[in-house]
């Protein structure tokens, strides 16, 4: 058997078990429409662009945080320290003395809950995987990550205490 003949094959098994669940799940739907009207024709899909895919994460991850929204942590009873970080960016962490685990994360008028990660460095590290936020905080400066599409958020993050030598 030819490569060419093998790749044919793979191509098509591919194909067949995509559109099975497709007219599989068609078929269930509607079964008595489908009885008495033809099958319709199913459109070739395109090829979808970077920048669809892109728009569709982003979309998705709004999607996410109006979920999350919904289940804002509380802040009663918490200290919130305020940073003023590069390009004009504000952060406020709220922490509770008796939870040491997690904190509480403003960033563009949201609200994010994010748990402690253990390090070897000594660094204060928190995420929230859900929303892919990750706090890192270290004596003279603290960082906020996006882990979903692997950038900075805000760098040269500052408390007061931070920005005076404290």
Same mark, same amino acid.
């Given at each position: 058997? /030819?490569? /060419?003949?093998?790749? =044919?094959?793979?191509? @098509?098994?591919?194909?067949?078990?995509?559109?099975?669940?497709?007219?599989?799940?068609?078929?269930?739907?509607?079964?008595?429409?489908?009885?008495?009207?033809?099958?319709?024709? !199913?459109?070739?899909?395109?090829? !979808? /662009?970077? +920048?669809?895919?892109?728009?569709?994460?982003?979309?998705?991850?709004?999607?996410?945080?109006?979920?999350?929204?919904?289940?804002?942590?509380? !802040?009663?009873?918490?200290?919130? =320290?305020?940073?003023?970080?590069?390009?004009?960016? +504000?952060?406020?962490?709220?922490?509770?003395?008796?939870?040491?685990?997690?904190?509480?994360?403003?960033? +563009?008028? $949201?609200?994010? $809950?994010? =748990? $402690?990660?253990?390090?070897?460095?000594?660094?204060?590290?928190?995420?929230?995987? @859900?929303?892919?936020?990750?706090?890192?905080?270290?004596?003279?400066?603290?960082?906020?990550?996006?882990?979903? !599409?692997?950038?900075? @958020?805000?760098?040269?993050?500052?408390? /007061?205490?931070?920005?005076?030598? @404290?």
């Amino acid at each position: 058997m /030819s490569i /060419s003949k093998l790749f =044919t094959a793979c191509a @098509l098994a591919c194909i067949a078990a995509i559109a099975a669940p497709l007219t599989h799940a068609a078929e269930s739907a509607a079964p008595a429409k489908a009885a008495a009207k033809p099958a319709a024709k !199913v459109p070739a899909k395109k090829p !979808v /662009s970077k +920048k669809a895919k892109a728009a569709a994460g982003a979309a998705a991850a709004g999607a996410a945080g109006a979920a999350m929204a919904e289940g804002e942590p509380s !802040v009663a009873e918490h200290k919130a =320290t305020d940073y003023a970080c590069e390009l004009g960016n +504000k952060i406020t962490i709220y922490s509770h003395a008796d939870d040491s685990n997690s904190i509480a994360l403003r960033w +563009k008028n $949201r609200l994010h $809950r994010l =748990t $402690r990660e253990a390090t070897t460095t000594g660094a204060q590290r928190f995420e929230n995987k @859900l929303a892919g936020l990750i706090w890192i905080g270290i004596p003279a400066k603290g960082m906020l990550l996006d882990s979903k !599409v692997n950038r900075q @958020l805000a760098n040269e993050c500052k408390s /007061s205490e931070q920005a005076l030598g @404290l």
